[in-house]
T-cell receptor
Framework: DAGVIQSPRHEVTEMGQEVTLRCKPISGHDYLFWYRQTMMRGLELLIYFNNNVPIDDSGMPEDRFSAKMPNASFSTLKIQPSEPRDSAVYFC?????????????FGNGTRLTVT | GDSVTQMEGPVTLSEEAFLTINCTYTATGYPSLFWYVQYPGEGLQLLLKATKADDKGSNKGFEATYRKETTSFHLEKGSVQVSDSAVYFCALSGPIQGAQKLVFGQGTRLTINP
């Protein structure tokens, strides 16, 4: 089992540029989650999908953020345009069932720096 | 809304010391409770969980007991090792938030010195 795979591991970009983060969940997992981790706010749930359908995007900070899951093995989180305050570590996680019933499996994260 | 409060870190201990990391929660109804651990450069991974009052979760020498009367889920280990150095997160999932949405505490950084 390869685990949740995220790419890139590090991304440095300039303010105003588009950023796309990628995630491959564990095969067979029905749920996929995007989290953001910062020192100030800790771990925040941005959005989650069930069977490729977005269920709750109430944590997405603003319209500059969008997420898609075109199939069961791939998801993207896009920021356009990026701003310095978007600098954070972004985690993708997947689970077999809802996170209360089966554990979340996290990827190693993408560290985003916006200058 | 539901929330989790953890003991502020960082916590620094010597090897073989006893560890307690406090966690209290506020939730409507009866949540499930979790401890996740994050090693440097990695994502979080589940350490242990408890789904109802008086349940004890345990793994790798760590334990935590679901205490409904004190709304607590403190993490303990009798003898810590250098390899336990990590950030520890307490979390809950509740009937209001939905089982799919974990609410995390702010994390407690633990450093174990040899």
């Amino acid at each position: 089992d390869a685990g949740v795979i995220q790419s890139p591991r590090h991304e440095v970009t300039e303010m105003g540029q588009e950023v796309t983060l990628r995630c491959k969940p564990i095969s067979g997992h029905d749920y996929l989650f995007w989290y953001r981790q910062t020192m100030m706010r800790g771990l925040e749930l941005l959005i989650y999908f069930n069977n490729n359908v977005p269920i709750d995007d109430s944590g997405m900070p603003e319209d500059r953020f969008s997420a898609k899951m075109p199939n069961a093995s791939f998801s993207t989180l896009k920021i356009q345009p990026s701003e310095p305050r978007d600098s954070a570590v972004y985690f993708c996680a997947s689970s077999l069932q809802g996170s209360g019933n089966s554990p979340l499996h996290f990827g190693n994260g993408t560290r985003l720096t916006v200058t | 809304g539901d929330s989790v409060t953890q003991m502020e870190g960082p916590v620094t201990l010597s090897e073989e010391a006893f560890l307690t990391i406090n966690c209290t929660y506020t939730a409507t109804g009866y949540p499930s409770l979790f401890w996740y651990v994050q090693y440097p450069g990695e994502g979080l991974q589940l350490l242990l969980k408890a789904t109802k009052a008086d349940d004890k979760g345990s793994n790798k020498g760590f334990e935590a007991t679901y205490r409904k009367e004190t709304t607590s889920f403190h993490l303990e280990k009798g003898s810590v090792q250098v390899s336990d150095s990590a950030v520890y997160f307490c979390a809950l999932s509740g009937p209001i938030q939905g089982a799919q949405k974990l609410v995390f505490g702010q994390g407690t950084r633990l450093t174990i010195n040899p």
